[in-house]
């Protein structure tokens, strides 16, 4: 994480030490009582947020927000054919750190149909490995995810004019 990801816009906030968020700030960053680190919101601002108050069982972050930014997202879309849970964790979270603007899985011919029934699509496990790569690459901008019936009804989708690259290992 190079960036802490919040959902709306605030001027302070309170986490718990022994959180997620509050675990990586004092333990990966080292950060202390007066440090500053990066923060921003889901499809919005960055800004600075200082560590106004730390105790055992929690730390309190003053924010000021700098002003709004476009969407910083490469224009590149990513169309992948369904695989393994395992397989499809690590493409979210990498694509998601590249800058991809988009993420279009498919179920292919040589796709395994109960895929889509796995955990990470059932949860909101897939949300989380993308905002792990938005916060890796310190961006705000959180890149589509579509999950689609078959390739015919993925391509439908895209844009017409784009610029198109197939891979496929077994042809």
């Not at 500053?36 to 927000?65: E, F, H, M, Q, Y």
Request: with cysteine; net charge neutral; aromatic share 8%.
């Amino acid at each position: 994480m190079n960036i802490l990801l919040i959902a709306e816009k605030v001027s302070s906030l309170e986490l718990p030490v022994n959180g997620e968020a509050g675990t990586h700030i004092l333990q990966v960053f080292n950060a202390k009582l007066g440090d500053t680190i990066d923060i921003g919101v889901c499809n919005g601002p960055r800004g600075k947020a200082i560590i106004v108050r730390l105790n055992k069982n929690s730390l309190k972050l003053s924010i000021k927000w700098n002003q709004d930014h476009t969407n910083d997202l490469y224009p590149v879309g990513l169309l992948v054919g369904l695989s393994r849970p395992q397989t499809c964790r690590k493409i979210l979270e990498q694509a998601s750190t590249l800058g991809v603007s988009s993420i279009d899985f498919f179920i292919s011919d040589k796709s395994e149909p109960s895929y889509r029934d796995s955990k990470l699509w059932k949860t909101k496990e897939w949300e989380e490995k993308i905002q792990k790569g938005v916060e890796q690459a310190f961006c705000t901008y959180i890149p589509r995810c579509t999950i689609w019936s078959n390739l015919a009804e993925c391509i439908e989708s895209q844009c017409g004019d784009s610029y198109r690259i197939a891979l496929d290992n077994y042809e």
